[in-house]
């Protein structure tokens, strides 16, 4: 037997953690073994002649299992002041990039925009230069979705255009290296590697950390892959590198993966289980953001409001989890640790100037604390994501939601009165597993009811390994989710443009982010409850300086005076720049 097969039996019998926890660790190298084999090799030998082994000759020597057992050790988050030691069968120039310029398309949600930051936090310090033109990279690395099959379908699209790029290059300059990161990544690792025999590299959502590893590997003509999820990865010690210069907000990713189980979601089979952040590093992190002069912050994660940090013994007490009202979870009941509501008055404190947004919550997870403190807290933004996805409570059952419709609708009537003036958005999932014309009834209504801000709505696309894919079947047809899907969306622009409406002839606080896309003379920024403002660049009052008058800039706070509102944009004319603590003053 393969040393490697000894490794995976003794570790499944043992329970022992993710083999991740060995930084060295592959989960393919495509001359060796089967698809989904690891290997690494002793130290590197010399031949006979005392000439250095070629890569290849190094790489199938393979660890012993004794090397394995004094490998493994418990899983401990690095730090950020650790230099760890190069691969037994790499060197640590080969370990380096060597000033390789790196191009990073990012597809999907705003975990992926956050992982593609780290990605190349990790690959800065390994040597490579990023580049925004594809023609002069000579690697290219794109964050992918799996969340639906049209988001992997632009990715098999991407590939096929890239495969042209990669058969053109000149044979003078380095070999073009492409990879896939990410959710796809996880998901479809063989399908990848042996449809496209282009991609060099692969690496989960929990591997960023051996993209330098991996692209080493690459470089010698193999194939490289690392889609092991962990238990602990957090990424807690890595600074991500915003893309935007010019940005006035950043995300902070709080937590990774998710326990929730919903029956249709590929979340936790490809981000795996939930763990979060310590808030130590997350603090950190936020205050680093202040210090550049960023005026926004947005708390990440799948399910961010479940947040539980246990990594302080004297915090691990035996309080139990307050959930929302009425609502159940799919897993065992957790216990102490520092909960959602610490962080986000911790996180909320360190710049009042400085608004805080959180995304993706629960709505299992709005206890009455956390609904005061949004209320509280002048800089924590009256805007909360509460994902339905039906309005149907049958449809909701096989959802594995933890909810009736009955009990969510309480939670907004509670949340509408806890926070006034709150604005609202929503998931929902158009033709799902058995829903019947009569359920599609009752999430138009659903909508109407509750009159959502902003919405994102979407046709069910049935995924592999979810609990759907193996319990229910995907029997509405088509045509019939399409239907039922613009039906949702007309229903909710009627009802976003009612909400909206409301402001029209109020004056709202507005946080610049620069030019209006549609035009030159207009400039675009956000409310409190995240909708896009837009008004025109012209000269204002200063608050702050009396009779001196003043252009908005990017990251600027600006009140506007609301003229017209549609389903998604504000529009008005600006009355001065202020600060959020002043906004209630007086122009």
């Not at 206890?367 to 039906?390: F, G």
Request: charged share 25%; proline share 5%.
């Amino acid at each position: 037997m393969h040393p490697l097969q000894c490794v995976l039996q003794v570790q499944r019998s043992l329970g022992w953690g993710p083999l991740a926890s060995v930084p060295w660790l592959s989960l393919r190298m495509c001359r060796a073994h089967s698809s989904l084999s690891s290997t690494t090799c002793s130290s590197p030998e010399r031949q006979e002649d005392g000439a250095p082994k070629d890569f290849s000759s190094r790489l199938a020597a393979g660890p012993t299992f004794q090397h394995f057992l004094k490998s493994a050790s418990a899983p401990q988050e690095k730090l950020s002041s650790e230099v760890e030691d190069p691969p037994p069968y790499l060197t640590m120039d080969e370990l380096l990039g060597r000033q390789r310029k790196v191009y990073l398309e990012t597809y999907g949600c705003q975990m992926n925009v956050n992982d593609t930051e780290i990605a190349w936090s990790i690959l800065r310090k390994s040597g490579y230069l990023r580049t925004s033109n594809l023609q002069e990279a000579d690697v290219i690395l794109l964050v992918t979705c799996s969340i639906r099959e049209k988001a992997e379908q632009t990715i098999w699209n991407r590939l096929h255009q890239l495969k042209a790029l990669k058969t053109r290059r000149p044979r003078s300059r380095v070999p073009l290296r492409i990879g896939i990161l990410g959710c796809m990544a996880e998901r479809l690792k063989e399908e990848i590697l042996n449809r496209e025999k282009m991609v060099d590299v692969l690496a989960g959502p929990d591997a960023y950390r051996d993209l330098p590893r991996l692209l080493a590997i690459a470089e010698s003509g193999q194939q490289a892959a690392n889609v092991l999820l962990s238990l602990d990865e957090t990424y807690a010690d890595v600074m991500p590198v915003q893309t935007s210069p010019s940005a006035t907000s950043a995300f902070v990713s709080i937590m990774r993966g998710c326990d929730n189980m919903c029956s249709y979601c590929i979340v936790p089979f490809t981000r795996g289980r939930e763990r979060s952040r310590p808030v130590a590093s997350i603090l950190e992190e936020v205050k680093k953001l202040s210090e550049q002069g960023l005026k926004e912050v947005t708390l990440l994660g799948q399910n961010v409001n479940s947040f539980r940090d246990n990594s302080e013994v004297q915090f691990n007490n035996a309080v139990s989890t307050n959930l929302s009202r009425g609502f159940t979870t799919n897993y065992k009941a957790k216990q102490g640790g520092l909960r959602f509501a610490h962080l986000l008055d911790q996180v909320s404190r360190v710049d009042p100037e400085m608004r805080i947004r959180f995304t993706s919550p629960h709505p299992k997870d709005f206890p009455d604390e956390v609904l005061q403190l949004i209320h509280e807290r002048d800089n924590i933004c009256k805007q909360i994501h509460l994902p339905a996805q039906s309005g149907s409570s049958r449809v909701l059952e096989a959802m594995r939601r933890g909810y009736s419709r009955e009990a969510y609708v309480e939670l907004v009537h509670h949340i509408r009165e806890s926070i006034p003036g709150v604005s609202l958005s929503s998931d929902f999932i158009a033709g799902f597993c058995g829903e019947t014309e009569e359920d599609h009834v009752q999430t138009v209504s659903l909508l109407r009811e509750v009159q959502y801000n902003m919405g994102f709505l979407f046709a069910y696309s049935m995924r592999q390994k979810t609990r759907a894919y193996h319990r229910l079947k995907d029997d509405v047809p088509e045509e019939v989710k399409l239907r039922r899907l613009e039906e949702l969306i007309t229903v909710f622009r009627e009802e976003a443009t009612k909400a909206n409406q409301i402001s029209v002839g109020c004056t709202q606080l507005v946080l610049v982010e620069g030019l209006s896309k549609r035009s030159a003379t207009d400039l675009c920024g956000r409310n409190d409850g995240n909708l896009k403002v837009i008004f025109p660049d012209v000269e204002m009052e200063d608050v702050n300086n009396p009779g001196f008058r003043v252009r908005a800039q990017p990251g600027d706070y600006v009140l506007v005076k609301i003229t017209s509102a549609s389903s998604q944009t504000l529009r008005g004319h600006v009355l001065c720049r202020t600060t959020l603590k002043d906004s209630s003053a007086n122009c």
